[in-house]
């Protein structure tokens, strides 16, 4: 006699700009198979997205006939599936739930998590789409300061169990824009970067300088220059400083937060963490994709359950 918990209740997918998660996830958030997938970045159109789920549900939606597709992430925006609407903070879990975008595809119900807006606390738009499920997913608690590391790092406060304010900062992205095309890194690659002595110097010269980080990146290339700096660890002390940066203006911007939480890749959320305790400050880390289930399988329970 089977597990009821391990009976597949709805089929989960984190779609990304750059690659797609495909989940076949129990009601107690068990992943009992996964797939992944190209990004929506990569598909030209509708017809290439839907090409793309068929290919990752694959058979199970054989042999699972019944059971919905809940996605959140860039499937939702103006180049995904359907365009999913943002929500204005303050938005909570059970808001998510009630107004996904609905639609069927081959006879197959299909539902999209809206993504997030806010007004940020320097009075500009903000947005998100995928992280706000992560959030949900890791911070149980329902409280804190939520920092998402990647090509475009999120961070969020969460009060009473409701995301209540956010900005992102293009730290991933102009790490990997300077790797591949400026003269600071010899390398043409986007850098991957280790908790080094270097990476150390990049976060204390962020800490320490009077200058601020437009002034400090070029001294990525006149520490090489002069010797200070060897052209392998030129990367890391690239990284310290993008990433002390970063760290600097998310506690000028919320200097009363004092629980952090990390959530993403252990490779990334090691280094920021290391960071904020040059900082003086610590960190619990979550894994994104076990972030990204249970905030699918709450959202779920709170829309799809009847």
């Known amino acids: 006699?089977?597990?009821?918990?391990?009976?597949?209740?709805?089929?989960?997918?984190?779609?990304?700009?750059?690659?797609?998660?495909?989940?076949?996830?129990?009601?107690?958030?068990?992943?009992?198979?996964?797939?992944?997938?190209?990004?929506?970045?990569?598909?030209?159109?509708?017809?290439?997205?839907?090409?793309?789920?068929?290919?990752?549900?694959?058979?199970?939606?054989?042999?699972?006939?019944?059971?919905?597709?809940?996605?959140?992430?860039m499937v939702g925006s103006n180049i995904g599936w359907r365009t999913a609407p943002y929500l204005m903070t303050p938005v909570g879990v059970d808001a998510l739930a009630r107004d996904p975008v609905r639609f069927e595809y081959?006879?197959?119900?299909?539902?999209?998590?809206?993504?997030?807006?806010?007004?940020?606390?320097?009075?500009?738009?903000?947005?998100?789409?995928?992280?706000?499920?992560?959030?949900?997913?890791?911070?149980?608690?329902?409280?804190?300061?939520?920092?998402?590391?990647?090509?475009?790092?999120?961070?969020?406060?969460?009060?009473?169990?409701?995301?209540?304010?956010?900005?992102?900062?293009?730290t991933g992205e102009l790490m990997a824009l300077i790797g591949k095309h400026s003269i600071l890194l010899n390398s043409r690659n986007a850098p991957h970067a280790t908790a080094s002595e270097a990476f150390t110097a990049g976060v204390q010269a962020i800490q320490s300088r009077p200058v601020g980080l437009?002034?400090?990146?070029?001294?990525?290339?006149?520490?090489?220059?002069?010797?200070?700096?060897?052209v392998a660890?030129?990367?890391?002390?690239?990284?310290?400083?993008?990433?002390?940066?970063?760290?600097?203006s998310a506690l000028t911007l919320y200097p009363h937060e004092t629980a952090i939480t990390l959530i993403g890749t252990p490779a990334l959320t090691s280094l920021y963490r290391a960071a904020l305790h040059m900082f003086g400050r610590e960190a619990h880390v979550v894994n994104g994709n076990d972030a990204v289930v249970s905030g699918l399988t709450q959202i779920y329970m709170n829309s799809l359950v009847s």
């Open 214 to 230: 437009e002034t400090l990146l070029f001294t990525v290339r006149s520490l090489q220059i002069k010797g200070e700096l060897s």
């Open 1 to 73: 006699m089977s597990d009821y918990n391990s009976i597949p209740a709805f089929i989960g997918v984190d779609w990304g700009t750059s690659k797609a998660r495909f989940m076949l996830i129990a009601s107690n958030g068990e992943v009992l198979d996964e797939r992944t997938g190209p990004g929506i970045a990569s598909l030209a159109g509708v017809d290439a997205i839907q090409a793309a789920c068929c290919a990752g549900v694959g058979a199970w939606v054989l042999r699972h006939a019944d059971i919905p597709i809940l996605m959140c992430g």
């Open 106 to 170: 081959q006879g197959r119900q299909l539902f999209i998590v809206p993504g997030v807006e806010t007004m940020r606390l320097d009075g500009a738009p903000d947005l998100m789409r995928g992280e706000e499920t992560q959030i949900f997913g890791a911070l149980a608690e329902g409280k804190g300061l939520a920092c998402l590391p990647g090509t475009h790092c999120k961070w969020a406060t969460v009060s009473g169990g409701q995301i209540t304010g956010f900005h992102t900062a293009l």
């Open 233 to 248: 660890s030129a990367a890391d002390y690239l990284c310290g400083l993008c990433i002390g940066a970063d760290v600097k």
